[in-house]
């Protein structure tokens, strides 16, 4: 069965740190492109970073350029999302998505979505 599974997220004040991680089960991720997506309540779903298949490309949304960094390792079949300088409006749920093409932030390119994990920032 084909699984991406995030951890990581949590009650985290403003300021604060968190390291999302995004574990594939049932296939390597190796040719694949990792997205991390996230949606806030009452608001849609964006973009906030992804990754090429060989981690050579990165993207990220304007809104957590400098505080946000996206990276991989193959050898465990994992992709990373660290998020530094975190900020209220960082709250929502995030996803990590699986694209068997180029790195891309438009969620409809995804083939395989994990269960998303709550990021909270809040004092």
């Known amino acids: 069965q084909l699984q991406l599974v995030e951890s990581g997220g949590g009650l985290v004040q403003p300021g604060g740190s968190l390291r999302l991680s995004c574990a594939a089960s049932?296939?390597?991720?190796?040719?694949?492109?990792i997205g991390w997506f996230r949606q806030a309540p009452g608001k849609e779903r964006e973009g906030v970073s992804c990754?090429?298949?060989?981690?050579?490309?990165?993207n990220y949304a304007d809104s957590v350029k400098g505080r946000f960094t996206i990276s991989r390792d193959n050898a465990k079949n994992t992709v990373y999302l660290q998020m530094n300088s975190l900020k209220p409006e960082d709250t929502a749920v995030y996803y990590c998505a699986a694209a068997f093409a180029i790195a891309t932030m438009t969620s409809d390119e995804y083939d395989y979505w994990g269960q998303g994990t709550q990021v909270t920032v809040s004092s």
């Open positions: 990754i090429s298949s060989s981690g050579g490309s990165t």
């Open positions: 049932g296939f390597t991720l190796d040719y694949y492109a």
